[in-house]
Structures are given as C-alpha cells and as structure tokens.
C-alpha cells in the first residue's frame, strides 16, 4: 500500500526479566522509516539497539505496542523473506565456496516468494535472484577472485563482505545489520562502507543499522536515531541532509564535520542521561 512505512513501531517496550531486578531494555519507542531509507542506531552500549533489530526481524516480541514490517507482523514478514540480517560476524558455511554460500538460500525456502507477493506492502519480487545475478554482485563487490574459495582462505573483511552480498542478495525488503563492521579495521571498514553504499544505491533496500561510529552513522545514514540507556529510548532523530553519493571528498567537506560534532552532542547527553 503506497504511504505504508517499510518500518513502523509505535510505543514498544520490552522488559526482560521479572520484578524489581527486571531490566527496560525499550520502553515508550516510536520510529517510522520510509521504505529505501537508510536509517542507522546509535548509542551507549546496553541502550536497546540490538533488542530492537530483534523485535524487528521477528527474533522477539514487545510486551506492550507494535512493531510492523510493511504494514505486517515481522514473524509474517520473516516468512515471506522480506527481512535480510547481517550479525555482527559473519555466519559463513566453512565447507562451502564463497559463491556457493552466497546462492545456497535461494535455493533453500522456494515457498517464500509465494508468501511475499500476497502482502500488499512488499516488493512482491517472484524469482530468486539467479546465479549470473549473485556472480554480478560477487565482482561487484571486490569478491570476483574468491567466488571459488572457501571462507577460511578470506580476511575476516572479505568474509564479512559475502554475508552482506548474501543479504542482499535475497532481495529482502529490509536488512537489518547490527555493527557488521565493528570487528574490522578502519581501512577495510571504510572500503565496506563503499560496497555497502555501492549495493544499497542500486538496490535501494530500506537498511536499519547499528554502529558505535559517529562518521560512519552520519556517511551511510538518511537518518542518525541516537538513543540512551536507563530505560533504552530514543532521544533525538537527526536528519543527514548531505547529498549521495558520499565519496571520499565530502568527508573532508566542513558540512560532514557539522553533522559529526551534532550526532556526538547529542550522544554526549544521551551518556550523561544514561549515567544520572
Ligand atoms: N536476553 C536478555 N536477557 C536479559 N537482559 C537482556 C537480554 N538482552 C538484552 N538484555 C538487556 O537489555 C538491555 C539492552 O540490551 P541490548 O539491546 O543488547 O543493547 P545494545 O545492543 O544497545 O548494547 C541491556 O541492559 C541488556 O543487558
Ligand atoms: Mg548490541
């Protein structure tokens, strides 16, 4: 349905635990992200990033308010495939070559087109993407060379890089990546950042993404929602109103330096609120 967000949560909240030592890990969330947005989480740690992504992508459910995916439940959304998850490392089958571990879920869940073409809010994409298809994105992002390896021949970069190919390559109506590059060096960190953006813009996936770095939230994001612990909330939703493609040159540029100084502010307070 056109105007359907491809994200929506409307005043969840999610406890763990029982009683006096039970933990807010959300409370009182509200986020609206329209489809193709490139939106990413940040926060001190232990602020509720990754239960969102849960709640999210199905893995767990609120226990007050609500959370759709294309105007759907997410475990519904989950079904039909339409959400793709990239954890912090990469899940890669060791036995299998980099290629074959990028098309082995295609072939894997062939029920889920069907399911994803009756909710009216998806892509309602019907073929999986072929192997030709998987090749392309393979080469294009830098793997062209070791679509025949097996995972442990890679750098932990390369690895990581397949599984982003790999869920993308599903065609999911919205991935969500909780600090994929976390683990990875700055150099390799920033040349992922390029592939990422690379995909997304040809893609135009609605991405939700949690990171710790101020500068990669405000090079990928449309949008920066900064949160704070004690209860976990978000406190302020800033907009990236720099334009795209964001190369090397705009880095330097004084509008992204702004933009950095404003997302660190406002987490500045969001510690400082977290700590009182
Ligand atoms: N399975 C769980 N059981 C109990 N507490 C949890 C569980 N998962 C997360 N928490 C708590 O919920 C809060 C938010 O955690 P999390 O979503 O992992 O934060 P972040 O990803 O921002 O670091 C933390 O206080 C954490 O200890
Ligand atoms: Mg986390």
Redesign the pocket.
């Known amino acids: 349905m056109p105007g359907t967000p491809a994200l929506e949560l409307r005043s969840v909240r999610r406890t763990?635990?029982l009683g006096p030592s039970a933990?807010v890990?959300l409370d009182d969330v509200h986020l609206a992200v329209r489809p193709g947005r490139f939106v990413s989480l940040i926060?001190p740690?232990?602020?509720?990033?990754?239960?969102l992504l849960r709640l999210v992508a199905g893995l767990e459910r609120p226990d007050h308010g609500d959370v759709r995916v294309h105007g759907v439940a997410p475990a519904t959304a989950c079904a039909a495939k339409m959400i793709g998850l990239v954890p912090q490392s990469p899940a890669l089958l060791p036995w299998m070559s980099v290629l074959r571990n990028v098309t082995l879920p295609q072939k894997i869940n062939p029920g889920a087109a069907g399911r994803r073409e009756r909710i009216p809010g998806s892509s309602g994409r019907q073929t999986a993407p072929d192997a030709p298809y998987l090749r392309e994105l393979l080469v294009k992002a830098g793997l062209g060379e070791v679509m025949h390896k097996l995972p442990a021949q890679l750098s932990g970069g390369m690895r990581q890089r397949v599984a982003i190919v790999r869920a993308f390559g599903l065609r999911p109506d919205v991935l969500v990546m909780d600090e994929p590059f976390s683990a990875l060096d700055e150099f390799t960190r920033e040349s992922l950042q390029n592939q990422l953006l690379a995909l997304w813009d040809e893609l135009k996936t609605t991405v939700l993404f949690v990171t710790h770095s101020v500068a990669e939230a405000v090079r990928l994001s449309d949008t920066v929602v900064v949160m704070a612990p004690g209860p976990?909330r978000i406190v302020e939703t800033i907009e990236i109103e720099l334009p795209r493609p964001r190369g090397e040159r705009l880095l330097g540029e004084r509008r992204f330096h702004e933009y950095e100084d404003l997302v660190r502010d406002r987490l500045r307070r969001a510690w400082h609120d977290g700590a009182a």
């Open positions: 763990y635990g933990t890990a926060g740690s232990g602020c509720g990033k990754s239960t976990g």
